[in-house]
């Protein structure tokens, strides 16, 4: 069972336009969030995360917003830059977890 | 500072073949961490090794199982291999057992035919 879920495969964006990422989860013990970007041929590099005692966390381009009653996190970049075209992956773990949960990873494309 | 290295990047098997990995972490990290990564499924947690003992597992059959050294240098193996072990298997390291950041090396595509 998929604990943790991206419903979107693929995203097509325009440069300097607005990225939103969506992950849902299902596990109301989930307490930290992270989300990870993916170059082909290259391992996941973690990009920003937020614990559940917030509702949003910042890292230049990049927010993370957290909504605890839907179990639905998304990630924003702005403006968005061909650089940025990778696969995101959320992941989840409850405080004193033993495993991270990752989603499917949602392919993102930024069209110069 | 090197990033976790893992050996080899590519490997085609057979069905019925066994397999041995090999991950590197970050000098200092003390934790490793392995996954499964496959289109349909993402990453899945195949286990967690620290100090030489595996500390956490994820829900996989006894044919995948690993090893950590002395030098936090892991391995993993698989043993009678089936085609849907074809995915890519990625290593991450941390400093600390359930440190959020992981730094995950390239991965090693494995083909079984």
């Not at chain 2, 000098?27 to 899945?44: A, C, F, I, K, M």
């Not at chain 2, 996989?60 to 995915?87: W, Y």
Request: aromatic share 12%; net charge positive; charged share 15%.
């Amino acid at each position: 069972d998929q604990q943790v879920k991206q419903n979107s495969p693929s995203l097509s964006v325009q440069e300097g336009r607005i990225s939103i990422l969506n992950c849902d989860y299902t596990n109301s013990m989930f307490d930290y969030f992270l989300w990870y970007k993916k170059y082909p041929a290259e391992g996941p590099t973690f990009l920003i995360s937020i614990s559940s005692i917030k509702d949003k966390n910042e890292d230049g381009r990049f927010t993370v917003f957290l909504n605890k009653s839907a179990k639905h996190l998304s990630l924003h970049i702005v403006p968005s830059q061909p650089g940025d075209s990778a696969v995101y992956f959320c992941a989840a773990m409850s405080h004193g977890g033993n495993q991270f949960y990752f989603g499917t990873g949602t392919s993102l494309t930024v069209i110069p | 500072k090197a990033g976790v290295t893992q050996t080899p990047r590519y490997l085609i098997k057979t069905r019925g073949q066994q397999v041995t990995l090999s991950c590197s972490p970050i000098s200092g990290h003390r934790s490793v961490s392995w996954y499964q990564q496959t289109p349909g499924q993402g990453l899945q947690f195949l286990f967690e090794y620290f100090s030489e003992t595996q500390r956490n597992k994820g829900n996989f059959p006894g044919r995948f199982s690993g090893r950590q050294f002395s030098n936090s240098r892991s391995e993993m193996n698989v043993s009678t291999l089936e085609l849907g072990d074809s995915a890519l298997y990625l290593c991450a390291s941390s400093r600390d057992l359930q440190v959020l950041e992981q730094y995950f090396g390239p991965g090693t595509r494995l083909t079984v035919t």
